[in-house]
């Protein structure tokens, strides 16, 4: 199978990340940095201390790392750029797909071989009615969208 990375779709980070090197390297998982705090809807982003528990001594002379560095310091996490991201009217749980057995690559594609990341699936109504298909999960308006009286 070939890979297509949608570099028109590329979005420059404040810091240069590779998330291959961290997954093969570090082996770090995706909740390792990408946590579900309660009630596990959104995984959200590392804050610089987690990062700065390995790079204190790893990268350290590192200008990407320097600049983490910098906002670590000063209080600030870094202002990554949103890559994914779903409409507000859509109702979505990374707890409850996780726990239904999908896996990140599922809706984010091969991160975890990747050097900089793109959109490479899509996350649009037919995608994820699709998905809801192939796997039988409720597929009903309801299922994703508040119901309006």
């Known amino acids: ?16 990340f590779s998330h291959k090197t961290h997954a093969e390297a570090a082996k770090l998982k995706c909740a390792d940095c990408h946590a ?9 982003l590392p804050p610089t201390g987690k990062c700065m528990a390995c ?21 600030r996490n870094v202002p990554w750029k949103r890559i994914y991201q779903i409409p507000g009217y859509v109702f979505f749980s990374h707890r409850i797909h996780t726990e239904a057995g999908a896996t990140c690559a599922n809706c984010h594609g091969a991160v975890a071989e990747r050097d900089v990341l793109t959109k490479e699936v899509e996350t649009n109504m037919g995608a994820c009615m699709s998905c809801h298909m192939k796997y039988k999960a409720p597929n009903d308006c309801t299922t994703c969208h508040e119901q309006r009286n």
């Open 1 to 16: 199978m070939t890979t297509v990375l949608l570099l028109w779709l590329m979005i420059d980070q404040p810091v240069p």
């Open 36 to 44: 579900m705090p309660d009630p596990g809807e959104r995984a959200t």
């Open 55 to 75: 790079h204190v001594t790893i990268k350290s002379d590192s200008p990407a790392v320097a600049k983490l560095s910098e906002a670590h310091k000063a209080k």
